[in-house]
């Protein structure tokens, strides 16, 4: 508990208020990492976290159901039953209806102490997205909305543009911008944000971050799990509403943006946008989607909502003219990993080839960004084979583990964001333009693809038969846990 914290680190006492606290995101995802936050000071006893509950529950109750997740805290001597007791006093469980805004005096009376206070305060909104008008305009009703307010949002942030720009007009009559959270857990993982600091702090990869150097850029997010309890709210949803439109299209945006003037949100935000509106319009034969074979047994019903899409994304700005991005994510494939996969072009000459015929193969350098699980950095190389028998040439590879590299843990998405937003901090949370302008891209791949039924393919496989990269005489470049790509 009485660590040293980094002056960047450093958070001033808050108010979270979780709406839908007893929920699924907030038992697994939101108190865990809260209590993360606890043990490494970052959430002091001076913290207040309040649990809005539609149906009031027992605060013993409250905490059986979350302490669970929390189990590799203790597992690993980090956390003792003494700082469990005193992050669980931190925590009040509150009635509150959004709909018939029942509670929401108690929880004014609740806040109103830090109220005249700069104290942030914090609304979690862990609800449906259909609630998030209610919930704004129970905040507001109560007089809860102040400078230091801040309102916190998840995905799915609408269902296309249209929605989308209702859902955010609903939330901006209430709240500015400047206080709106758009959150994205992919962007709060430790290799996303140390892809910015690879780019833009390393002149040696800088340099070569353009069409001149980089072939092409695969970008692939593979669960082995498929839809299980959220087979309904997939089902109108699909890979590219699910996926695509936020994790994959701001990984996209943050290998593909310019050098920022300053790092610092608006800065940060202004370039993922470019991004967004230089993608240029999907083509027919540009995306393939699938389906896993089972996908139908467990929805009941026929559908063709694909569970794995493959996109060529094209960038029509300076910089990336060219160079293609392949983008993939699935269900039930063979292999649970996110990474980023930069090709290097082949060199111009062969100086080790005898009468222009190469007499090894070739080796193309590689950059691979592990986002999740095994986070790190892999640069693949060509050297010289060991030993005698003149220059035969193998891959090599220059390897950034950060489980190796680093003794302490590295914190999870959620922790990282709650964090930030304590700080007042929206570099890694969605702008309301960045969303409309990825929902207009997406809205035309789901229209093109709306005329072909999705590819049935196999579980435990990388998805269906490629037809995208092949034609261009590439390959998909499958992720592995412990062996080379």
């Not at 220059?391 to 998405?413: G, Q």
Request: a negative charge; proline letters at 5%; hydrophobic letters at 40%.
């Amino acid at each position: 508990m009485n660590q040293l914290l980094p002056e960047t680190a450093i958070t001033e006492d808050s108010d979270f208020i979780i709406f839908g606290g007893s929920g699924d995101l907030s038992v697994r995802k939101i108190f865990p990492a809260l209590f993360w936050r606890f043990i490494h000071s970052q959430i002091t006893e001076n913290f207040r976290l309040i649990s809005c509950v539609r149906s009031i529950i027992s605060k013993d109750e409250f905490v059986l159901k979350f302490r669970p997740y929390c189990e590799e805290a203790f597992s690993s001597g980090v956390a003792t039953e003494d700082s469990w007791q005193k992050f669980i006093k931190l925590i009040e469980i509150l009635e509150l209806d959004i709909v018939s805004n029942v509670g929401g005096d108690k929880l004014y009376e609740e806040l109103k102490s830090s109220l005249s206070e700069t104290r942030p305060c914090v609304f979690y909104l862990a609800v449906a997205p259909k609630l998030f008008g209610a919930s704004c305009n129970l905040l507001k009703k109560n007089n809860l909305v102040l400078p230091q307010s801040r309102v916190v949002v998840e995905k799915p942030f609408g269902h296309d543009k249209e929605s989308a720009l209702a859902l955010n007009q609903e939330i901006l009559n209430v709240f500015d911008e400047s206080q709106i959270y758009r959150i994205d857990h992919y962007l709060g993982k430790e290799t996303v944000q140390n892809l910015m600091a690879l780019r833009f702090a390393n002149v040696i990869f800088e340099t070569q971050w353009n069409n001149r150097y980089i072939d092409h850029v695969q970008i692939t997010a593979a669960e082995t799990v498929g839809v299980g309890q959220r087979v309904s709210y997939y089902n109108s949803y699909g890979a590219l509403r699910d996926m695509v439109q936020n994790h994959l299209l701001q990984l996209l945006c943050l290998v593909a943006m310019e050098p920022p003037s300053h790092f610092d949100a608006a800065q940060v935000r202004n370039e993922k946008l470019r991004v967004l509106q230089a993608l240029r319009p999907i083509k027919q034969g540009d995306v393939q989607t699938g389906q896993y074979e089972d996908y139908i047994d467990e929805l009941k019903q026929d559908s063709n909502t694909e569970t794995f899409v493959a996109m060529k994304v094209s960038i029509d700005n300076w910089r990336w003219a060219g160079v293609p991005f392949y983008i993939r994510t699935g269900k039930k494939m063979g292999v649970r990993a996110s990474e980023i996969v930069i090709t290097f072009k082949h060199r111009p000459h062969d100086i080790f080839s005898k009468n222009n015929e190469p007499d090894s193969e070739e080796f193309p350098n590689r950059l691979v960004i592990r986002v999740q699980p095994q986070e790190g950095l892999r640069l693949h190389l060509t050297s010289k084979k060991p030993g005698p028998g003149g220059m035969r040439l193998f891959p090599s590879e220059l390897n950034l583990s950060f489980d190796e590299a680093f003794d302490e843990r590295l914190p999870d998405a959620y922790e990282r964001l709650l964090m930030d937003i304590a700080r007042g901090n929206q570099t890694l949370f969605m702008r309301s333009d960045e969303v409309l302008a990825a929902w207009e891209y997406i809205d035309s791949v789901i229209d093109l693809v709306g005329q072909t039924k999705p590819e049935i393919y196999s579980a435990n496989t990388m998805g269906p038969e490629d037809k995208i990269l092949k034609k261009e005489g590439r390959y998909w470049l499958n992720p592995a846990l412990d062996e080379d790509i």
